[in-house]
């Protein structure tokens, strides 16, 4: 594990003479959800939340017309909720510790940028696809919705853990024991019913663009072996 080939940087040096200690490939996923609750704390202040708005959540009118190209990369460290924050956190730190350890620390890096990215991809053009084809959704999703939430670069980071585990067991909300590749299955499926209907107040064209991300990287690492 590690940084595959790019060395220890000035800043990991840096941080390792500053806290007398060798660098954690895990550090990196607290550092994540550090920044998550800062971010949700800057929302909590009235006075900020037009600029957030504008700067951290995704949109068809943000990119198209108001070119806010960058919120591609910010609107995923975003949460709606205390609860949205709070699962979405909690499910970065049980799968993404392993992940990490996985994967190193650039590859990982480069799975969740890559799949909050692809994810608002997904978002942003569902409802355009949709239109065009006869399923329920065609009339109940608008282009100009805006999203954010960190779930499809999280979903991603699942994605590779239980392909990686699939005969693992998981327990659900630290009580129920159930198999990874079941739970990773019933997500999905949940996710793809919310496609087809188009009713759902969740981003689930997000959280499968974040999966297909992660099956890549799956595949992708798999090769390589």
């Given at each position: 594990?590690?940084?595959?080939?790019?060395?220890r940087?000035?800043?990991v040096?840096?941080?390792e003479?500053?806290?007398?200690?060798?660098f954690?490939?895990?550090?990196?996923v607290?550092?994540?959800i550090?920044v998550?609750?800062?971010?949700?704390?800057?929302w909590?202040?009235?006075r900020?939340?037009?600029d957030?708005?504008?700067?951290m959540?995704l949109?068809?009118?943000g990119?198209?017309i108001?070119?806010r190209?960058?919120?591609l990369?910010t609107h995923?460290?975003?949460h709606?909720?205390?609860?949205?924050l709070l699962t979405n956190?909690?499910?970065?730190?049980?799968?993404g510790?392993e992940?990490v350890?996985?994967?190193?620390i650039?590859?990982?890096?480069?799975?969740?940028?890559?799949?909050g990215?692809?994810?608002g991809?997904?978002?942003l053009?569902?409802?355009?696809i949709?239109?065009?084809l006869?399923?329920?959704?065609?009339?109940?999703?608008?282009?100009?919705?805006?999203s954010?939430?960190?779930s499809?670069?999280i979903?991603?980071?699942?994605a590779?853990s239980i392909?990686?585990?699939?005969?693992?067991?998981?327990?659900?909300?630290f009580?129920?024991?159930?198999?990874?590749?079941f739970?990773?299955?019933?997500?999905l499926?949940?996710?793809?019913?919310?496609l087809?209907?188009?009713?759902s107040?969740?981003?689930?064209?997000?959280h499968i663009?974040?999966?297909?991300?992660?099956?890549?990287?799956w595949?992708?690492m798999?090769?390589?072996?």
């Open positions: 594990y590690g940084w595959e080939g790019t060395g940087n000035g800043l040096r840096a941080i003479r500053f806290t007398g200690r060798e954690q490939p895990e550090y990196v607290y550092a994540i550090a998550n609750c800062g971010v949700f704390l800057l909590q202040n009235r900020m939340v037009r957030m708005t504008n700067h959540t949109s068809i009118r990119i198209l108001e070119h190209y960058h919120t990369l995923f460290w975003s709606a909720s205390q609860g949205h956190m909690i499910t970065l730190w049980f799968f510790t992940c350890a996985l994967l190193g650039q590859r990982f890096l480069q799975l969740y940028l890559g799949a990215i692809f994810s991809l997904c978002q053009v569902w409802p355009s949709a239109a065009s006869p399923i329920p959704a065609k009339y109940r999703l608008w282009a100009y919705d805006r954010l939430g960190a499809g670069a979903n991603a980071v699942v590779y392909l990686t585990f699939p005969t693992r067991v998981i327990l659900v909300w009580v129920l024991p159930v198999p990874s590749a739970l990773g299955s019933m997500f499926a949940k996710d793809l019913v919310g087809y209907q188009g009713n107040s969740v981003g689930n064209a997000s663009g974040g999966t297909l991300v992660g099956a890549a990287a595949m992708a798999r090769r390589r072996r």
